[in-house]
């Protein structure tokens, strides 16, 4: 995802997790290109997906835009995506700083990895980098994390999902801490030749305003609009190049 490195064995699991909890990629997609199509006045023809991560929302966007690309910095992660979908381009790097020498009609950062950006100044360097990538008239769709009155302090989230000889469950407590949220997940994955083993990571994903993503996107020269609702409720910023 956006601003973290994934070891191959939680990059693995990554996709089963979410399957279990309902996500509809092909049904995000659409309504992203909706959102776009709309902001626009056209379909766009081309495509960056920003913190692809394993290339399931990008899958998607390639079987119904011309041209998709793929910008990820998690080494694991774009694996998988390389093994699920061969020919599109994808490309390593973090999305606070990066130069393709192309522009694109969409550009998109999905699944709140927006919030990897540590602080005012990161955010606004990363929507700066997606404007610089716009073709005129060009869209970005940016879905933010959760903004400070709408977090949940203490949140605990659990899932348990069987992966063929694998089970995998996971629980995640998040805390406030200085305009972040701090994440602590544990996993537990077991299966038949490795018994149980127990993984620990920490995700820190900082609790921008509304105010503060519009402010970064007017900064990069982008009419913005922020619409309720969203792949995850969430919502999404549609700016216009």
Request: net charge negative; with cysteine.
């Amino acid at each position: 995802m956006g601003g973290t490195e994934y070891a191959p064995e939680l990059a693995s699991m990554y996709d089963a997790l979410y399957e279990t909890r309902g996500r509809d990629y092909a049904t995000e997609v659409a309504m992203v290109l909706a959102e776009a199509a709309e902001a626009a006045g056209r379909e766009p023809g081309s495509v960056l997906d920003v913190a692809c991560g394993t290339g399931e929302h990008l899958r998607h966007f390639a079987e119904r835009v011309s041209e998709a690309e793929g910008l990820e910095l998690s080494s694991a992660m774009l694996d998988i995506a390389a093994s699920r979908l061969p020919g599109v381009p994808l490309h390593k790097a973090d999305m606070r700083k990066f130069a393709l020498g192309r522009r694109f009609d969409l550009v998109t950062c999905l699944f709140s990895s927006i919030g990897y950006a540590a602080d005012e100044a990161e955010l606004r360097a990363t929507i700066e980098h997606f404007a610089r990538h716009l073709t005129e008239g060009g869209v970005v769709i940016v879905e933010p994390w959760y903004f400070p009155e709408t977090f949940l302090p203490g949140y605990v989230a659990g899932d348990v999902v069987r992966d063929g000889r694998r089970t995998i469950a996971r629980m995640s407590h998040s805390v406030e801490d200085a305009g972040r949220t701090r994440m602590r997940v544990h996993f537990l994955l077991g299966d038949p030749d490795g018994g149980i083993r127990h993984i620990e990571t920490e995700h820190v994903i900082t609790l921008f305003t509304r105010e503060q993503y519009e402010t970064a996107f007017e900064s990069a020269g982008l009419r913005v609009n922020y619409r309720p609702g969203g792949p995850s409720g969430r919502g999404l910023f549609v700016g216009i190049g």
